[in-house]
T-cell receptor, first 114, second 114 residues
Framework: EAGVAQSPRYKIIEKRQSVAFWCNPISGHATLYWYQQILGQGPKLLIQFQNNGVVDDSQLPKDRFSAERLKGVDSTLKIQPAKLEDSAVYLC????????????FGEGSRLTVL | AQSVSQHNHHVILSEAASLELGCNYSYGGTVNLFWYVQYPGQHLQLLLKYFSGDPLVKGIKGFEAEFIKSKFSFNLRKPSVQWSDTAEYFCAVTLSGNTGKLIFGQGTTLQVKP
């Protein structure tokens, strides 16, 4: 079974530039998550989708971050404009349902903002 | 706000030593509890979970965790660690009746010396 796919794996940008990350979840998984993991910290939820609807985006900095999940499958997370403090690993995860707690993670996209 | 605390940030053990990693959460209601592990160069994966029933749960690779409700704790244990257990370990919780959002602790890095 294919896992969660993410791209790009690494990205280096200057502050105030924009960046986009892509995620393809495990087939059949209705719930998709984007987490931000800053070095030395645990993952922090940015946004959670159930199919193509947003369940929780309370910690998403909406002035600069946006995410969409068209057709309830793939998802894109965008940052515009980026700040230095956005340097982190962006993890995409998926699960069969909203309440299982069993998330399947991708390998992450490491962002460095200079 | 709900939070998860892991007391040990970095643990170094010799092979065959016993392991206990602490995890406490701050939430007065019903919770579901998880331990995730990230081996070097790999993605986060589920180690074990507790939803209800026997508070002593067993996971993969000989790990177990005990839920002590009165102490708001869910400590991870292994009687005898191996070099291959070197990894980062994350405790996480979901809140019953919530969106299914998984809240992570800051993680504990375990280094096992051969």
């Amino acid at each position: 079974e294919a896992g969660v796919a993410q791209s790009p794996r690494y990205k280096i940008i200057e502050k105030r530039q924009s960046v986009a990350f892509w995620c393809n979840p495990i087939s059949g998984h209705a719930t998709l998550y984007w987490y931000q993991q800053i070095l030395g910290q645990g993952p922090k939820l940015l946004i959670q989708f159930q199919n193509n609807g947003v369940v929780d985006d309370s910690q998403l900095p909406k002035d600069r971050f946006s995410a969409e999940r068209l057709k309830g499958v793939d998802s894109t997370l965008k940052i515009q404009p980026a700040k230095l403090e956005d340097s982190a690993v962006y993890l995409c995860a998926s699960s069969l349902g909203q309440y299982t707690g069993e998330l399947f993670f991708g390998e992450g996209s490491r962002l460095t903002v200079l | 706000a709900q939070s998860v605390s892991q007391h040990n940030h970095h643990v170094i053990l010799s092979e065959a030593a016993s392991l206990e990693l602490g995890c406490n959460y701050s939430y007065g209601g019903t919770v579901n509890l998880f331990w995730y592990v990230q081996y070097p160069g790999q993605h986060l994966q589920l180690l074990l979970k507790y939803f209800s029933g026997d508070p002593l749960v067993k996971g993969i690779k000989g790990f177990e965790a005990e839920f002590i409700k009165s102490k708001f704790s869910f400590n991870l244990r292994k009687p005898s660690v191996q070099w291959s257990d070197t990894a980062e370990y994350f405790c996480a919780v979901t809140l019953s009746g919530n969106t299914g959002k998984l809240i992570f602790g800051q993680g504990t890095t375990l280094q096992v010396k051969p």
